[in-house]
């Protein structure tokens, strides 16, 4: 039987490739950290990494790592059960309690990953008589979380007030509604207009639910994300994260939420019942990761930095980059060969980067995303806009 799914499966890879959108996995042999050491494809060796959502440099810092070290000892490498078992330990209920105080809500359940608190969200809280008004551009586990529910399903274009206002007149008859959107959009570095959406929330009897994974630990004067940069923390009903970017860069996930909100994911959300507790080393190290965020805000003004340097200096050498002042910079280049060639003549200049294009983005919308770490010296950044002109001049431009 396999002999004809394996044809199957051969062709598909084959279109894959042949439209440019076969995904190479780099293997990297050192720390996620500024420049990381690439094994095998492209240009083995040291490069400039500056594709990781390591915001805060994190990923390597010794406290978080002799933290982690620590916790082995303590609490043990695994819980091999899921919570409501026995895999709950003080840990885990201290990381809920931090993230709570930390994000202004009133409690907070761990996942595995936010593309798993996503994807519990929306099954436990809504069914047929309810309705979900979600942005166009949201992160692909919030439209896969929608799939699973039975609410009606309703759609804004990406930041459009007004079109949110028409489905939200368009859906007077539910009886929850459900506005969900990114805090910041990863393809583009565009941040919601979340006070804007509170106020139409609040107009129309909605609740609000912004996924914060590429905010928080530096969006807002204390980090606290895009809540905190809108004035709008206790307005947001649901906020969900990730531990893997700023917060360390490792794994796991949170729902934070109003307090039964968060009751109620504990006694239904299929993906936390039913998933390993979260590992107490990346729970303990997760800690000290808010410790540091908490007690200086040297890190976050550091990759701001570094962010407004790179955006002047390719804006100077006249590069298109979407505006905003997120670590999230793409450089926009129109032509998917053309970004792909582009990402590959960057890294046999020494800098990691990726390209992408349709289906991630539009058509004729490629870009080579860069995103700015805590990490990066500013002689990195100098590097890589060096990198980027001359890997342009090689390109015939």
């Known amino acids: 039987m396999f002999d004809n799914v394996r044809d199957d499966l051969a062709a598909t890879l084959d279109e894959i490739r042949e439209a440019g959108l076969f995904k190479p996995e780099r293997v990297i042999g050192s720390p996620q950290s500024a420049a990381v050491t690439v094994t095998g494809g ?14 805060l440099g994190l990923a390597d810092h010794p406290e978080v790592i002799g933290a982690a070290k620590d916790a082995l000892d303590r609490w043990g490498y695994g819980m091999a059960s899921v919570r ?7 840990v885990h209920k201290e990381l809920e309690e931090r993230l709570s105080a930390f994000l202004g809500q009133e409690d907070t359940i761990l996942y595995s990953s936010c593309f798993d608190a996503n994807g519990g969200v929306f099954e436990t809280l809504l069914d047929e008589r309810d309705a979900v008004i979600s942005d166009a551009l949201n992160h692909a586990s919030i439209i896969d979380g929608i799939r699973l529910c039975k609410a009606r399903r309703h759609r804004y274009a990406n930041r459009d007030l007004a079109d949110l206002e028409q489905q939200l007149k368009e859906t007077a008859d539910a009886r929850r509604r459900l506005i969900v959107t990114d805090g910041v959009f990863s393809m583009d570095g565009y941040v919601a207009p979340l006070r804007e959406i509170c106020d139409l929330a609040e107009r129309y009897d909605a ?8 905010a928080v630990g530096f969006v807002g004067p204390n980090g606290r994300g895009t809540p905190e940069l809108h004035g709008v923390l206790d307005r947001v009903d649901i906020i969900t994260g990730t531990l893997g970017k700023a917060l360390g860069g490792a794994s796991g996930g ?6 039964e909100i968060v ?3 504990r006694q239904r959300s299929r993906p936390y019942l039913f998933s390993n507790s979260l590992a107490p080393v990346i729970a303990a190290a997760s800690l000290k990761v808010l410790d540091l965020v908490e007690s200086s ?15 002047s200096r390719m804006t100077e050498a006249g590069f298109e980059i979407l505006p905003g002042d997120h670590p999230i910079a793409p450089v926009m280049i129109g032509d998917a060969a053309k970004a792909a060639r582009l990402a590959e003549l960057l890294l046999e200049r020494g800098v990691y980067v990726i390209g992408f294009s349709f289906p991630v983005v539009p058509h004729g919308q490629a870009r080579i995303r860069v995103q700015l770490s805590a990490a990066h010296s500013t002689e990195d950044v100098e590097r890589v806009v060096a990198a980027f002109i001359d890997a342009r001049a090689a390109l015939g431009e």
Request: with cysteine; proline share 2%.
């Open 42 to 55: 492209g240009r083995p060796g040291e490069v400039l990494n500056f594709c990781a959502n390591n915001y």
């Open 84 to 90: 409501f078992i026995c895999g709950t330990q003080d």
């Open 207 to 214: 609740m609000v639910m912004v996924d914060d994974s590429h």
């Open 254 to 259: 949170y729902v934070a939420a109003r307090r």
């Open 263 to 265: 009751a109620l994911l």
């Open 297 to 311: 805000a040297e890190l976050r003004e550091r990759l701001a930095a570094n962010t407004a340097l790179f955006r």
